[in-house]
């Protein structure tokens, strides 16, 4: 009997999908491919992911395609990505859909018809208005994509559309749609026994010109043809219809960061610290065993130059390094510095980057093309096959953490990724976390420590003001007239505030009532720039403030974000150059790296930002720093608070005294003698660290225990609430098998914020300190859930980072 191809979608579930192969595709058939399936009554694409004998007295499909030239991964990958799944509690088609980014060129576009049947209830017009303009727009295109039509028809959703398939008044049909990435450029070459002596060239100049260079290179770029002759337009056709060139096209690899001047960057001596940092790590790298490190540096300690330097030491040995930054903000500043040192052997991936550009990127490690690739998060799944190294620089970045399934952490993955790769793995970190740190002092890892900042340079000053006692809303008197005097001095300044926007809440000064987005139980955020009101969890956004929905005054802005702080900034300082760093004015690539490349110039005065300008910047000409309030990552209901403030205030306060001269910091906070401000205050990570080991281990929470968080959501609230108390018993029953005390369920109850786009949202976490019974209880328990209800969506968080 021939074999079957095992197949993984990307749907929830653990199942492979068992496929036939007909005779005409069984050639392309590899591990790693690509392939178009049916798959229920529709097609699907699915990943080849091994061969076998067929399941017994079941009649198998066969597939309808195979999609690749070339497969996207090999079985040591696929070991890795499996992984992913098992630990994620996540099935492999979603894992091996994250693992590739959608510039691999091939989707699926719905087609959708009207049937004999929609023509008749179009006739018989029994349908809403809505629902006839919707089905006229399809019956007048005749065959229309599912996108093309919700862009058309406003108001219109997939549900809308599926509905009309359940009645039986549209059809479907699927088919690829191939967009293939691959940029090619145009080459003029001379073809043999093309001279500039032809009679045919008598009195045509400019094209003997063109001929006489193309003769002298014998290859010659279009571009470059153009840069030199102007407009060829004209003449290339006529020297190829007349045989003295032919064009060729070759592929081209699109460079995202081609404008980085990398000129001035240059290698530093190293410290005493970071020489013997390079030493233990070059001693791993030469004996290709895995070794995980945790480099403790403080802020300007010089943590970039020990990557570097270990880099080399793997492209020497003819490896490859993979390099992993929490925040798109980092990328432009560390590129210039690793393509001064390794040129063009380093490339990018992250999502900020064009569909072409990552796939240019993606392709470029695959080949071995690259040494060294830097990115976000889901570079850990960067096809690199000779890894010699992983480096996690702010390792202790929650951004690390993916929300949506798979919802993986890349700073674990990485060292899941160097146990299989025999690689060293670095975590570096001002501020490391409190896990990574545990591992340390167990001596999981080699613990390395920088505790100088480089040339002998000082720890920037902190000073906190007290905002009980400051009558101003946005400045206390100490940081008015340090940004006063710091711009005089024809110094930077940056100001900290993770608050987009204007005003962080609005509020009705008559009755009290706040003003809340219809969608979710957040409260709406006025933004200065556009005259709007926006939604930061699903996107709302209204021109106008409506007038109180209770009492019908007027409703007016309270607190502040980053756009009040500019205003404010512009008030005290109005000749001052000044600049926000936010995700609504630094968005892509390009936006970032022009404001980066500014900062560098000293083009600006003043940069307020949110999270982004706390993440690794090293801006020689900063020296002062203000947190607006230290306070707002306190109130989050998160074990981790504390730790996430005094992450914040002491990277922060680090951007400052990079230079030569002295930086100050001012934490502005209403809760001065909180312990995380206290610490941040003197720059004491050690202290810190375990002071919240030992409070960990009190409440039994990680690195002393495992956490599992299963989700519910679904827009009905009684049906939501019904299938969670469900849930409930179900898990009591199942915990109730395992020995006492091996497993703790908390809640279920709902989420802090209850409601998101309409769908009601409620928790419950597992803890254990066994992670092997914590993932079989929440396998079964999922499993179980599973056949309660299909309209509650049920997710899972292995190890979650948020409880929002």
């Known amino acids: 009997m021939d074999e079957s191809i095992q197949v993984a979608i990307p749907i929830p579930g653990e199942e492979y999908y068992s496929y036939s192969v007909p005779e005409h595709l069984r050639e392309g058939i590899v591990l790693g491919k690509r392939v178009l399936v049916p798959f229920r009554n529709r097609k699907s694409i699915g990943f080849i992911v091994g061969t076998g004998e067929p399941p017994p007295d079941i009649k198998l499909r066969d597939i309808l395609d195979v999609i690749d030239e070339e497969p996207l991964f090999d079985s040591k990958r696929l070991e890795f990505l499996k992984w992913v799944s098992n630990y994620y509690i996540c099935s492999l088609g979603i894992v091996l859909k994250a693992a590739h980014p959608g510039g691999l060129g091939v989707s699926l576009k719905r087609l959708i018809r009207i049937t004999e049947n929609g023509v008749k209830a179009l006739d018989v017009k029994r349908l809403t208005d809505h629902e006839a303009l919707v089905l006229n727009t399809i019956y007048n295109s005749r065959e229309i994509t599912s996108q093309k039509l919700l862009n058309l028809v406003e108001n219109t959703s997939n549900e809308l559309l599926n509905s009309f398939k359940r009645r039986g008044l549209i059809e479907f049909s699927y088919e690829i749609d191939s967009d293939s990435k691959i940029k090619t450029e145009k080459i003029i070459v001379a073809v043999d026994g093309a001279s500039l002596d032809s009679k045919l060239l008598q009195r045509k100049h400019a094209k003997a010109e063109i001929l006489e260079f193309v003769l002298t290179h014998r290859k010659v770029p279009l571009p470059d043809l153009k840069e030199i002759f102007g407009n060829v337009g004209a003449h290339l056709p006529w020297l190829e219809e007349k045989e003295f060139i032919a064009i060729e096209h070759r592929e081209v690899s699109r460079d995202p960061f081609l404008e980085i001047d990398v000129s001035g960057e240059k290698s530093h001596n190293l410290t005493l610290d970071q020489d013997v940092a390079c030493k233990k790590v070059f001693a791993a790298i030469e004996n290709e065993e895995f070794s995980p490190f945790l480099l403790h540096g403080v802020t300007g300690s010089g943590k970039t130059e020990v990557y570097l330097r270990v880099i080399e030491e793997v492209i020497k040995n003819n490896k490859e390094a993979l390099v992993l930054v929490p925040e798109i903000s980092l990328t ?25 550009e990552r796939f240019d990127a993606w392709r470029m490690a695959s080949r071995g093309e690259v040494k060294v690739v830097i990115g976000a998060r889901s570079a850990i799944f960067a096809p690199l096959k000779n890894l010699g190294i992983i480096i996690v620089d702010e390792e202790h970045e929650t951004s690390y953490k993916q929300e949506e399934a798979p919802s993986y952490n890349a700073r674990d993955l990485s060292l899941v990724l160097g146990r299989m790769t025999n690689s060293a793995v670095v975590l570096g970190s001002a501020t490391p976390s409190v896990e990574s740190y545990s591992n340390a002092i167990k001596n999981r890892y080699t613990y ?24 101003g809303i946005v400045f206390s008197e100490v940081l008015k007239k340090s940004l006063i005097s710091n711009f005089e001095d024809g110094k930077q300044t940056i100001l900290f505030l993770n608050r987009r926007g204007y005003s962080g809440l609005l509020l009705c000064h008559s009755c009290g009532e706040i003003l809340k987005c219809p969608n979710c139980t957040v409260s709406l955020t006025y933004h200065a720039g556009d005259d709007s009101i926006k939604c930061h969890m699903c996107g709302l956004s209204e ?70 300008v706390a993440k690794g910047h090293d ?31 002491t990277q922060v306060a680090g951007r400052s005294g990079r230079g030569d001269h002295l930086g100050t910091a001012i934490v502005q906070t209403y809760n001065p003698d909180h312990p995380s401000i206290i610490f941040a205050t003197h720059q004491d990570s050690g202290a810190f660290l375990e002071q919240e080991l030992k409070l960990r281990e009190e409440l039994n929470y990680p690195p002393f225990s495992r956490l599992v968080n299963i989700r519910f959501s679904g827009r009905f609230e009684s049906e939501t609430e019904r299938v969670v108390s469900e849930s409930d018993k179900l898990a009591r029953r199942i915990s109730s098998k395992l020995p006492m005390g091996s497993l703790e369920i908390l809640g279920p109850s709902p989420c802090p914020i209850y409601k998101i786009r309409n769908r009601f949202r409620f928790q419950m976490l597992l803890k254990s300190k066994n992670a092997r019974v914590l993932h079989n209880f929440s396998k079964q328990l999922l499993g179980s859930i599973s056949k309660i209800s299909s309209n509650v969506r049920c997710s899972v968080d292995v190890d979650p980072y948020y409880f929002s």
């Open 332 to 356: 432009p500043q560390l590129v210039k510095r690793f393509r001064a040192r390794f040129g063009n052997q380093v490339t990018v991936i992250h999502s900020a980057l064009s569909d072409g």
């Open 543 to 612: 021109k106008s403030i409506p007038d109180c929905m209770n009492c019908g005054d007027h409703v007016r802005g309270l607190g502040v974000g980053t756009q009040k702080v500019e205003e404010e900034v512009r008030r005290l300082v109005p000749q001052a150059t000044v600049a926000r760093m936010d995700r609504d004015t630094a968005s892509g690539k390009n936006k970032l790296m022009k404001l980066y490349s500014r900062l560098e110039r000293g083009e600006i005065d003043v940069l307020i930002g949110t999270q982004m």
């Open 448 to 471: 390395l420590t920088l505790p100088l900042r480089v040339e002998d340079k000082s720890l920037p000053k902190i000073q906190i003001a007290d905002m009980k006692d400051e009558s």
């Open 619 to 649: 801006l020689p000409g900063v020296t002062l720093v203000g947190v607006i309030s230290a306070d707002i990552s306190l109130g989050i209901p998160d074990f981790r608070s504390g730790e996430r403030t005094f992450q914040l205030v």
